[in-house]
Nanobody, 124 residues
């Protein structure tokens, strides 16, 4: 059974940084593609970034490219999302998700497993 647990969220001032972690428990983490998504009240969950099983391929939503960096450490069964130059509009609950189809999908329905989310709040 796969479980994902996000951590690292919190309150930060605009312009600051946070690093989110996604701890994977279960077998064969290195075979899963990991995606990060975020959601604000009343809005659909949106794709932020994804990383292939090996870490060799990454994909970002255009508006976040250059500020956010996704990475993974397969030896530690953990994926990360480094967020720099944070803005108030980055305030959301951030979720990590996993699927083993091999492609970095941007749609939520493609992901089988989800964490519970971690709140990120950016103050102005």
């Amino acid at each position: 059974q796969v479980q994902l647990v996000e951590s690292g969220g919190g309150l930060v001032q605009a312009g600051g940084s946070l690093r989110l972690s996604c701890a994977f428990s279960g077998r064969f983490f290195s075979t899963y593609t990991i995606g990060w998504f975020r959601q604000t009240p009343g809005k659909e969950r949106e794709f932020v970034a994804g990383i292939s099983w090996s870490g060799g391929n990454t994909y970002y939503t255009d508006t976040l490219k250059g500020r956010f960096t996704i990475s993974r450490d397969n030896a530690k069964n953990t994926a990360y999302l480094q967020m720099n130059s944070l803005k108030p509009e980055d305030t959301a609950v951030y979720y990590c998700a996993a699927q083993s189809d091999g492609t970095i999908y941007t749609s939520t329905y493609r992901y089988y497993f989800w964490g519970q989310g971690t709140q990120v709040t950016v103050s102005s």
